[in-house]
């Protein structure tokens, strides 16, 4: 199975920040690698796929980035909504889907 | 707008079989172009995906847990279901459907809101 790692684990941020995350595969993924934002007790919500595309409805101040194993996750001016855990998780054709471990963004 | 909805039991006992369904509204199953999946989250822990299936029938399903698990779909009903047999207290988790578009067939765009199960007796 592919590995994804995710840095840091636990970030501190003021509203107005501007955060990045890192995610990392065990192997090549290319591009195929989408991000989520979960809430307390609710299910995932799709921000990104395919590395850099925006999913719709999703607000301009998300962004991603990278291609084959490194991967970013950029907020550029974080807003009280945002604070939540991000995943990543790589959809490479004929391998199991991962996640990685999450990072949770909470308020400085 | 697409809705995914999970039903089944919340309690099941270790070595009998988890049955869950998710029903579709607001969208047919078998109009193709997307595929089904079902996730687990475990108490406090991250995401794990157990398959898929389209609306054909054809399936994938995570090496890990295959042995266990069917994945079937009814479209009369606009449900897919999922049964995972044998299960233990390393089964008790946050179940969740969800849709992913054919060409992004992993990026999922849109979720049940998930079921709790317990396994215990």
């Known amino acids: 199975d592919i590995q994804m790692t995710q840095s840091p684990s636990t970030l501190s941020a003021s509203v107005g920040d501007r955060v990045t995350i890192t995610c990392r595969a065990s192997q090549s993924i290319s591009s195929w690698l989408a991000w989520y934002q979960q809430k307390p007790g609710k299910a995932p919500k799709l921000l990104i796929y395919?590395?850099?595309s925006l999913e719709s409805g999703v607000p301009s101040r998300f962004s991603g980035s990278g291609s084959g194993t490194e991967f970013t996750l950029t907020i550029s001016s974080l807003q009280p909504d945002d604070f939540a855990t991000y995943y990543c998780q790589q959809y490479n054709s004929y391998s199991p889907f991962t996640f990685g471990p999450g990072t949770k963004v909470d308020i400085k | 707008q697409v809705q995914l909805q999970e039903s089944g039991p919340g309690l099941v006992k270790p070595s009998q079989t988890l049955s869950l369904t998710c029903t579709v509204s607001?969208?047919?199953?078998?109009?193709?172009?997307?595929?089904w999946s079902w996730i687990r989250q475990h108490p406090g822990k991250g995401l794990e995906w157990i398959g898929y299936?389209?609306?054909?029938?054809?399936?994938y399903y995570n090496p890990s847990l295959k042995s266990r698990v069917t994945i079937s779909v009814d479209t009369s009903k606009n449900q897919f279901s999922l049964k995972l047999s044998s299960v233990t207290a390393a089964d008790t988790a946050v179940y969740y459907c969800a849709r992913a578009k054919a060409g992004q067939l992993g990026a999922f765009d849109i979720w049940g809101q998930g079921t709790m199960v317990t396994v215990s007796s």
């Open positions: 607001g969208g047919s199953i078998s109009s193709g172009g997307y595929y």
């Open positions: 299936i389209y609306y054909s029938g054809s399936t």
């Open positions: 395919k590395a850099s």
